[in-house]
């Protein structure tokens, strides 16, 4: 098993207490409102149309007319990529969300974790998280379509909604690119499972194949297809999430952590010793990732409300 | 695309109408009553309390210590299997449910339809439907038991939960041997997308990192911990199984039609056409099951309630 954020029982284990916010992930903790779900969504198997309307609505917000298929998160697609292609040479660019080398390793694949950009080419598969997770470094479209020219390419674009000008979903469908979008990290529905991914027709169509008839529950078609086509709430969330990460990183300036990156989901800051970060937030039962090879790093998303904002103001300022 | 039942969106635009009883599937229409589900189960990611209280849920439910995975459906189980394992001859015991033999071939092994139990042993792999999709054949225990001790078996138990006496889950846990049980045939919620995999110490971690950390959205496996312990439940549902398929029984063969198996949530019938039997069902918007390699069986799920049941009595009447 590897370290994850998310891992929250791990963290009531350790530190007790029931009240806990978990800033353990990037996920979005305003979450987009539930529409009711009718009885029949849990009852029947997915129909052909609610697979059909979820990926029209994807291609509308994701702006692209490529061929897409969604899958249960993107964490589906990452455990599937691998296993698109004969195993051979795949170099992921690191530090990044560490399921990628673990899927590819687990297929077959020798991976190499390079640091630079220009390392990644000449792989038989290059990975690269964009904006990456944990320090939201961002990559151009331009440089990313001239690797995929050469390189196969898988971009994780995970965290990208917040911001679209980053996004390559409206240049996929050329053979050598695989995009993967993750639906419940934006929306703040993580417990859905949902995320597309978006490539050529012959890797969609193999995808396809490999995840079957029905890998998707009819909440999360019917929700997806409803919050995928709600411009205004996406526009909001946009805004708020550009405004708060302002606040937090001001907060963490204040108890003498600077900014090192982030996306508008989470922010990674250097902290004078992670593990004594960690376990002053913790004791206002406020979760948070660090990672096994820096001790200086901390990562944090971002509370939900006032009430989730005043606790973080307060373990900031312990 | 395979051809499947559930199709009921063909259906519709084929016949019209908006008031379809959907007895194409062998998923039970009588489902486990919703509880309800709280907003943390759709916002955060699954925990691991979560995924080990399903766990321990389905131990008890289906009466096996045996190592165990949760999956998206117990389809998802038969995309992954075929990759546990290097490709080579599968036996596949026919006819029956037809994803099995297309995952196999989409990862690449050589798959044999056999109609005989007895020309299973000495494949790569053997796969067994208990009981059987469409016919309700079902094979004992000792006889795929010995099977197993020779040739790497899959034992299909999607709708073996009215028969647990068929079960291999009990004697599971050695090398060779994997079962599949789906959640939401029996519990009628397969909207929901839940399966599992039930198999040795290493099948089972290698399936495990397959399907990644979070496979299961969180309202599965919150439903399923709580119906998978409802005795109460599943008692009084197979004790109403056991008289409704008595009574559509009759009412087929009222309509000329012969009874040739099938389990306790579907019927196989034969039908002096098929193809003008699902017609005649449908002119009264329901929908059944045909096949491709039969024009005269039929294949029938029970009505549920009283509603239903009258309108297929009509329909069969007609």
Redesign the interface.
């Given at each position: 098993?590897?370290d994850?954020g998310?891992?929250?029982?791990?963290a009531i284990a350790r530190f007790g207490g029931t009240n806990w916010i978990?800033l353990s992930?990037g996920?979005n903790?305003v979450?987009y409102p539930?529409p009711d779900i009718p009885?029949?969504?849990?009852?029947?198997?997915?129909?052909?149309?609610a697979k059909s309307a979820v990926l029209a609505a994807a291609r509308v917000a994701y702006r692209t007319q490529a061929p897409m298929l969604a899958t249960?998160?993107a964490?589906?697609a990452?455990?599937m990529i691998p296993?698109l292609m004969r195993p051979g040479l795949a170099r992921v660019l690191s530090p990044t969300y560490n399921?990628h080398a673990a899927?590819l390793r687990?297929a077959g694949w020798q991976v190499q974790q390079v640091t630079h950009f220009d390392q990644l080419a000449g792989a038989d598969l290059a990975v690269v998280v964009n904006p990456n997770n944990p320090d939201g470094q961002s990559f151009a479209a331009t440089d990313l379509q001239d690797l995929a020219q050469k390189t196969p390419l898988g971009v994780d674009e995970s965290f990208v909604d917040p911001r679209p000008d980053l996004s390559l979903a409206p240049l996929a469908g050329s053979p050598g690119l695989i995009i993967l979008r993750s639906f419940?990290k934006f929306y703040?529905?993580?417990?859905?499972?949902l995320g597309f991914v978006i490539g050529s027709t012959e890797d969609i169509a193999r995808l396809t194949?490999?995840?079957?008839?029905?890998?998707?529950?009819?909440?999360?078609l019917r929700?997806a297809t409803q919050a995928l086509r709600d411009d205004d709430w996406v526009k909001a969330t946009i805004l708020r999430l550009r405004t708060e990460t302002a606040a937090a990183d001001a907060l963490a300036k204040a108890a003498g952590w600077s900014a090192l990156g982030g996306t508008e989901l989470f922010r990674l800051y250097d902290t004078p010793d992670a593990e004594a970060a960690q376990v002053q937030l913790a004791r206002h039962q406020i979760w948070s990732r660090i990672f096994p090879y820096s001790n200086r790093w901390l990562r944090l998303g971002l509370p939900g409300g006032d009430v989730e904002w005043a606790r973080l103001a307060r373990a900031l300022a312990d």
């Open positions: 098993m590897l994850h998310g891992n929250i029982d791990a978990d992930t996920i903790r979450p539930m009885a029949s969504d849990w009852a029947m198997l997915p129909t052909q149309a249960a998160g964490q589906a990452i455990q296993r399921e899927a687990s419940g703040g529905l993580a417990g859905l499972r194949e490999m995840s079957g008839p029905w890998p998707v529950n009819g909440a999360a929700i």
